[in-house]
C-alpha cells in the first residue's frame, strides 16, 4: 500500500472539475488572459478577478513570477480555491524545465498548505507557451509523483483534447513502468 496521491486523467474542461482546488496556467499578470488562463476568469465570475487584483495591489504588485503559484478564491467555479502559476514558454536555446516542474510542486505546495485533497491541473504552457506535450507531460508526471504529499489524495490532469490525454497516458503509464 502507498500514501502517493492517486494520478487520474480526465478529458474535458477544467473549469468543470469538482476538486478543492483548480490549478490555473496564469499569464504573471494574474489578471486574465486566453487558454485555460481566460477561461478560470469568465467562469469564476468577479471574485476571481477582485482576488487577483487585491494580490497586484499587493506583495504581487509586478505580477507572480514564473514557476511560482498563489492561491485565491475560485468564484462561481465547482471548486474551493484556485491556485494560479505561471508557467515558461519553451525555449530551443535555454533548458527552462525546472522552472515548468516548479509550477507543478509550487501548486501543490499551496493546495497543501490550503488543506486541500484533491487538485486539477492543466497542461501548463502547452498552449500559447509553446511547450512540446511530451515533454510537458514527463515533467508534470514526474513533478507531482516527487512532491505530493498529504493531505493530497488525488492529482487530476484535465486534458482539452483526445491527442493531449494520449500523450498524459503513455507518460503517465512509463512512469508506472519505472516506478517514477
Not at 117 to 127: I, L, Q
Request: aromatic share 6%.
Amino acid at each position: 500500500m502507498t500514501d502517493r496521491p492517486a494520478i487520474v486523467l480526465v478529458l474535458g474542461d477544467i473549469t468543470q472539475q469538482h476538486t478543492d482546488v483548480i490549478v490555473n496556467a496564469a499569464n504573471s499578470s494574474l489578471l486574465g488572459g486566453g487558454g485555460v488562463d481566460g477561461a478560470i476568469h469568465r467562469k469564476g465570475g468577479p471574485a476571481v478577478l477582485a482576488a487577483c487584483r487585491a494580490l497586484r495591489a499587493g506583495h504581487y504588485g509586478r505580477g507572480l513570477p514564473t514557476g511560482r503559484a498563489v492561491a485565491t478564491t475560485a468564484g462561481d467555479l465547482a471548486a474551493r480555491w484556485v491556485v494560479h502559476t505561471v508557467g515558461p514558454v519553451h525555449s530551443t536555446e535555454e533548458d527552462r524545465s525546472e522552472l515548468l516542474a516548479s509550477c507543478y510542486a509550487e501548486s501543490l505546495r499551496v493546495a497543501a498548505e490550503l488543506g486541500a485533497e484533491t487538485v486539477a491541473f492543466p497542461a501548463v504552457s502547452t498552449g500559447v507557451y509553446h511547450w512540446p506535450m511530451e515533454d510537458a507531460a514527463r515533467i508534470a508526471i514526474r513533478t507531482v509523483r516527487a512532491e505530493a504529499t498529504a493531505p493530497l489524495r488525488e492529482i487530476r490532469f484535465v486534458l482539452f483534447d483526445t491527442a493531449a490525454y494520449a500523450v498524459f497516458a503513455l507518460a503517465l503509464a512509463e512512469a508506472d513502468a519505472t516506478g517514477r
